[in-house]
């Protein structure tokens, strides 16, 4: 009996789990460039005196789904979206080189080229500075272009655009990615921007409230057993009860 109510209880405690998972992507389905987390149920030895062939099951985040989002026009000029694989590189709150798809760039008051979330974003030299009073275009392939009060033109940086491999990238408590190895990522000629464009969220948000709903019907079916369980074992102790 306690094997069963263990088994019911490890499910239960993976399926809030998933929901938690689930729940993350909903609530980032309007956040620009976001990435669906991926979970899994894996298998594990468990440590203990008792048959080493004994397994649990866990629920374990596998790393993020990197389709790419819809595009939207905005006409903003410091708007940019990437065009198929690739990443914006920024400097994280740790002061250590990040990637996002987040490209709704402002600003800052310091005349810093920022995330809207208020990371600097990097050019081939550094975080990218902006003169007063001078109006921004990004053009395709990272070009920061100025134009100032008397109408000169003057090219003011380049966005760092990188192409990491994927399965390398893990995401951080800040929301950004980085290389599971601490490495930065090289610049990469081949990305390409889409001006006064920004990709929305790629979180599908049917399949995640049906996802949402399958997990608590299991969730349910778990908590139902597990009453079984109890049920079982207070017929047991009464029949014990009666022999004695």
Same mark, same amino acid.
């Given at each position: 009996?306690?094997? &069963? ?21 909903? +609530?980032? *389905? ?15 030895p468990v440590v203990g005196p008792g048959s ?24 903003? /000029?410091?708007?940019? +979206? @990437? ?7 920024v400097q994280g709150s740790d002061g250590s ?22 990371? +600097? *974003?990097?050019?081939?030299?550094? /975080?990218?500075?902006?003169? /007063? ?13 100025? @134009? ?44 390409? &921007? ?10 599908? /948000? ?39």
């Amino acid at each position: 009996m306690d094997r &069963l109510i263990y088994t019911v209880m490890a499910g239960g405690n993976m399926l809030t789990q998933r929901q938690d998972t689930i729940a993350q992507n909903l +609530a980032n *389905v309007g956040t620009t460039g976001f990435r669906a987390e991926l979970d899994a149920f894996r298998a594990v030895p468990v440590v203990g005196p008792g048959s080493p062939t004994r397994v649990a099951s866990v629920e374990t985040t596998t790393g993020a789904d990197f389709t790419q989002g819809t595009l939207q026009k905005t006409g903003n /000029p410091l708007d940019a +979206a @990437i065009d198929g694989e690739g990443f914006f590189a920024v400097q994280g709150s740790d002061g250590s080189e990040a990637y996002t798809r987040d490209g709704s760039f402002v600003i800052g008051s310091d005349g810093t080229l920022q995330t809207k979330s208020g990371f +600097a *974003v990097l050019g081939d030299g550094g /975080p990218i500075n902006i003169p /007063p009073n001078t109006q921004v275009t990004i053009g395709r392939d990272g070009t920061v272009t100025g @134009i100032q009060p008397g109408g000169a033109t003057v090219s003011l940086a380049r966005l760092k655009l990188v192409k990491p491999d994927p399965t390398d990238l893990e995401r951080s408590p800040d929301g950004l990615f980085r290389t599971k190895s601490g490495d930065t990522a090289s610049t990469d000629e081949t990305v390409k &921007l889409v001006p006064e464009t920004l990709e929305n969220s790629n979180v599908n /948000p049917v399949e995640s409230l049906v996802s949402m709903i399958s997990v608590a019907r299991q969730f349910d079916t778990n908590m139902k057993l597990l009453d079984e369980a109890d049920q079982n074992a207070s017929k047991a102790t009464e029949l014990l009860s009666i022999t004695s």
